[in-house]
């Protein structure tokens, strides 16, 4: 019923930049929190950042300062700036999104995309 597709994803320099997206498609009435995950080879997957539909926005100390998420309601579409980008920022990066569907408006679930490689080199 939802759907959720990242792209932006790719090879970088360190120091370098990309900007991925996330778009949600499929029967949606809201959307109240978007987050980025990622995960590395070995490693567990973890939080990156967050913003909900209020514009309230969290991120990992890790990425502090370097990255920017956002969101675009009308467009069911989240971003994530990464800048500064370090080596260590090598992950698969997969979006999250709690939806509201349309047939049940205060009921919300949460949705994965299928994740978008980003590999940054030294």
């Known amino acids: 019923q939802v759907q959720l597709v990242e792209s932006g994803g790719g090879l970088v320099q360190a120091g370098g930049s990309l900007r991925l997206s996330c778009a949600a498609s499929g029967s949606i009435f809201s959307i109240n929190v978007m987050g980025w995950y990622r995960q590395a080879p070995g490693k567990q997957r973890e939080l990156v950042a967050t913003?909900?539909?209020?514009?309230?926005?969290s991120y990992a100390d890790s990425v502090k300062g370097r990255f920017t998420i956002s969101i675009d309601d009308a467009k069911n579409t989240g971003y994530l700036q990464m800048d500064s980008l370090k080596p260590e920022d090598t992950a698969v990066y997969y979006c999250?999104?709690?939806?509201?569907?349309?047939?049940?408006?205060?009921?919300?679930?949460?949705?994965w995309g299928q994740g978008t490689q980003v590999t940054v080199s030294s």
């Open positions: 913003v909900t539909s209020g514009g309230t926005t």
């Open positions: 999250n999104a709690h939806v509201a569907g349309l047939g049940s408006r205060t009921t919300f679930y949460s949705y």
